[in-house]
């Protein structure tokens, strides 16, 4: 279905922080997958017969078309939408179970979005196993008896921070035992990132680029967030010394003939470095160095 990241007849457990983007997430595979696209400009998609059915327990009908509109699904009818916000979980009941079994079947469905596993979920406690058990048993008997290929469910890590490799859902394990893979969506400031693992090839933590008109995403192939860190850090270093290189040109602007000590009075920063930085400014020719004679400082011009 998603070449690396779902398989044939594979259940994937999407699981996000708070607001990190999942269903943005989940729309864009929706759009690759109607539209026969790409999914993140990266993996191939597979949806030669039937269609992508979102059960959507989250966002109100109104949200949901409009975030749709955005992505410019051009295969509309490709998929069909089913706002459950406020109403009456399906899953919960017989009656329901059996409308899901032929709303499913009616629309041929290839492939299940239900978002989200806590809004979806009718046992006593998430983190019961065997109240868990019994709501993956269930969706695993209705794709079986409707003729639903895959399954996608999304799910919260809660707003604790996990360190890198220990992400995982609020709730019993028995969710994670039962999925096929497990797309871990994450974020470190403004930035986020997406990892798979599972019984397919996966994919390592990769960096999300977002556009805020289209609300389509792309990857950047293995950038985790160390790497991100360590850019990060980069630029705020090579930002603070163009910062620094701009006051030192602006005190011997203002102070024509000012002396090393003179700059370092005016100019925040460690001794080592303004002076390394008056250096580089002197010989990439910014900057002009008299020697002073008879024991008297060098002075500083702009040429």
């Known amino acids: 279905m998603v070449d690396q990241l779902l398989g044939r007849e594979h259940n994937a457990l999407l699981a996000a922080g708070y607001k990190t983007g999942k269903t943005t997430l989940l729309l864009n595979l929706l759009q690759s997958l109607t539209d026969e696209q790409l999914f993140l400009n990266r993996f191939e998609t597979h949806l030669e017969a039937g269609r992508v059915i979102w059960f959507n327990y989250e966002l109100t009908e109104e949200q949901a078309q409009r975030w749709a509109q955005d992505m410019g699904i051009s ?5 069909a939408y089913v706002g459950l916000r406020g109403l009456p979980n399906p899953l919960a009941s017989d009656a329901g179970r059996e409308w899901i079994v032929n709303f499913l079947k009616q629309n041929e ?67 994670d035992a039962w999925t096929d893979m497990r797309w871990l969506l994450t974020r470190a400031k403004d930035d986020r990132f997406f990892a798979v693992e599972g019984r397919s090839a996966g994919l390592q933590e990769s960096a999300l680029m977002y556009d805020d008109h289209t ?15 360590a850019e990060s850090q980069a630029e705020n270093k090579q930002k603070n010394i163009e910062e620094l290189e701009k006051a030192i040109l602006k005190a011997i602007k203002k102070e024509p003939g000012i002396s090393s000590s003179g700059i370092q009075e005016v100019v925040e920063g460690r001794k080592a470095t303004i002076l390394a930085l008056v250096k580089d400014l002197k ?21």
């Open 75 to 79: 295969q509309a009818s490709r998929a």
């Open 109 to 175: 469905t290839a492939i299940w979005f239900i978002d989200t596993f806590r809004a979806s979920f009718f046992g006593e406690s998430i983190n019961d196993l065997a109240d868990v058990a019994r709501y993956t048993s269930l969706i695993d008997e209705i794709k079986h008896e409707a003729g639903v290929s895959e399954s996608i469910v999304t799910h919260h890590f809660g707003r604790k921070e996990h360190e890198r490799g220990q992400e995982h859902g609020l709730g019993s394990v028995e969710l």
């Open 215 to 229: 609300r389509r995403l792309a990857i950047e192939l293995g950038i985790g967030r160390e790497q991100k860190k």
């Open 283 to 303: 010989m990439a020719g910014k900057i002009k160095v008299e020697t002073g004679g008879s024991g008297l400082p060098n002075a500083h011009f702009i040429p």
